[in-house]
């Protein structure tokens, strides 16, 4: 999964913020359609068991709103977090 290793180089201290947004933009989208059920439901499961600041619930919910709000989470990742390698690694993703 493309996601798991790009999560795998953020910094861990970036995660908490990182995640706190992302989930926003996966709340807040009215693209909800673009997303398959089954990656919904994966990512509800993860929530469930957990906190999305996991390796794998931040995999999960970066894959969430990359399809969803690609801009926004490119955007927030190159300005807010300054994490310019990762958000070029997510445009080399898609």
Known sequence: MA????????????REKLSDKLLNFVLKSKKESKMPSSL???????W???PLTTENGLALLLEAAVLLESEKTVAFLEQELQLV?????IKETK
């Open 48 to 50: 469930r068991l957990g």
């Open 40 to 46: 919904a439901t994966t990512l509800l499961n993860q």
């Open 85 to 89: 390698d990762i958000a070029k690694a």
């Open 3 to 14: 996601y798991q290793r790009i999560v795998e180089s953020i910094p861990v201290e970036k």
